[in-house]
């Protein structure tokens, strides 16, 4: 852990940012980030986490929003989105803090589903 480089805890952490990219932007930087330094177990861990967290995060939105509005189009609709999304934010500063501080994080999503 001590020979982490400012480098590598910065490339990590953008992984983990690139959700606030907009368009395909959340899925396409930590790709990049993960495949460029692939020789790197701890960049490419910490991209490999945001990617997995950002697609599953994105196929979960594409069930879940539809799913409210027919549901119930009022509430539900509006505080599944916000839950959502809070979340999806909330993790992705979280892995990023982790990587600049130098530790590995596993999103608690990927945990409960034993991807990572």
């Known amino acids: 852990m001590n ?12 992984a983990h940012a690139g959700f606030y990219l907009g368009g395909l932007g959340f899925l396409v930087l930590p790709f990049l980030i993960k495949t460029i330094w692939s020789g790197d177990d701890f960049v490419a861990g ?14 979960v939105s594409l069930l879940v929003i539809p799913l409210a509005f027919v549901l119930s189009p009022e509430i539900a609709t509006i505080a599944a989105i916000a839950f959502l999304s809070i979340a999806w934010a ?6 990023a803090y982790k990587a600049m501080t130098g530790e590995e994080y596993v999103y608690p999503a990927l945990k409960l589903v034993h991807i990572c």
């Open 46 to 59: 910490h991209a490999k986490q945001a990617l997995y967290m950002q697609i599953g995060a994105f196929i």
């Open 90 to 95: 909330l993790f992705a500063i979280v892995g």
């Open 3 to 14: 020979d982490i480089t400012p480098k590598q805890r910065i490339l990590a952490a953008v």
